[in-house]
């Protein structure tokens, strides 16, 4: 059967995006190592220009269509940062871009994707709802669909985060990343196993959303119609082609309580003195609440976003 994603497409993507996507800096955070007694290298795509690790896989998807197909601009359904980071991605390729939002997405990021130049449509809160919206605005306006993970291209353009991890810090004994719809954890998956085949690697999600956890103990899929989770980015449901990667790849889900997420959350803003979103803080969450035992490990860990609406901060 044919791979979904190798690594060859990550280097290819790695040299496509360069020059339009930051190479975000890897941070300590001294409180929580002192704590597990382990090193934690954070990965801060926090640092990305619209906020998010999304910008690569986009950017990726954009800049690999051709001339034709282009002209016809973008589309995607997005609870913000997927739908922010193609809206980014199309302006700077000079080509339209629609985004699907949930109506019940943050204030905050239905600004940013606004701003970027997007033409936003609003739909119902589900999975349904985003798939059906985007179906009709593909149809009445020919935009090339640009799927928020379930695409080998966008995973592709995710995964460079976790090669330029691995560029900076080598020898990493366990890497953990969020995992919504699974695209930044596949491309985590694909790039480790080339990179460092010994390496661990754990994905995180919230318990109101854990169905990457489910699904890969069920052996498929099992959708979570109504998942509720202070971690607005990662209430996908993971799609076929990033479940494939993550039943080859993945050793295992680790979840996690919003109210853990939203303590280390605060930490981190506190002590490393830098802005992340719950989705992103769920990866140290994972780590200081859960049974994996990293004692004396170097574990890398990629800080997925930093987009939060300051006006309704979760403490």
Same mark, same amino acid.
């Given at each position: ?25 890897? %941070? ?145 004994? %366990? ?31 919230? %318990? ?78 994972? %780590? ?28």
């Amino acid at each position: 059967m044919q791979e979904v994603l190798n690594f060859a497409d990550i280097r290819a993507a790695a040299a496509r995006i360069a020059g339009q996507v930051i190479r975000t800096p890897v %941070l300590r955070c001294t409180p929580l190592e002192a704590e597990l007694d382990a090193q934690v290298f954070c990965k801060c795509e926090n640092f990305q220009e619209m906020g998010a690790f999304k910008i690569r896989g986009a950017t990726n998807a954009v800049l690999s269509l051709s001339a034709a197909a282009a002209a016809h601009g973008v589309a995607t359904h997005s609870s913000g940062n997927h739908g922010a980071a193609l809206a980014l991605a199309a302006r700077r390729r000079g080509i339209p871009a629609w985004v699907v939002m949930p109506e019940n997405s943050s204030a905050f990021k239905k600004r940013a994707v606004a701003e970027y130049g997007a033409h936003i449509i609003y739909c119902e809160p589900t999975m349904q709802g985003r798939e059906a919206a985007l179906a009709r605005c593909a149809a009445e306006t020919g935009a090339v669909v640009v799927h928020p993970f379930n695409d080998p291209v966008v995973m592709a353009g995710q995964g460079t985060a976790a090669l330029e991890l691995h560029e900076e810090i080598p020898d990493l004994d %366990l890497v953990l990343t969020p995992v919504g719809g699974g695209g930044l954890l596949s491309g985590t998956a694909v790039a480790t196993r080339a990179l460092r085949p010994a390496c661990r690697i754990f994905g995180a999600e919230p %318990l109101g959303a854990d169905d990457a956890w489910r699904s890969l103990r069920a052996g498929h899929i099992e959708p979570m119609a109504h998942p509720d989770t202070v971690c607005d980015g990662l209430r996908a449901t993971i799609g076929p082609l990033t479940f494939a990667v993550l039943r080859t790849h993945v050793d295992d889900i680790v979840r996690v309580a919003d109210a853990d997420i939203v303590a280390v959350m605060r930490l981190v803003w506190e002590r490393m003195k830098i802005i992340i979103e719950p989705s992103a803080a769920v990866v140290l969450a994972a %780590l200081d609440t859960t049974p994996v035992a990293v004692k004396g490990l170097r574990v890398g860990v990629i800080l997925s976003g930093g987009n939060v609406d300051l006006d309704h901060l979760p403490w």
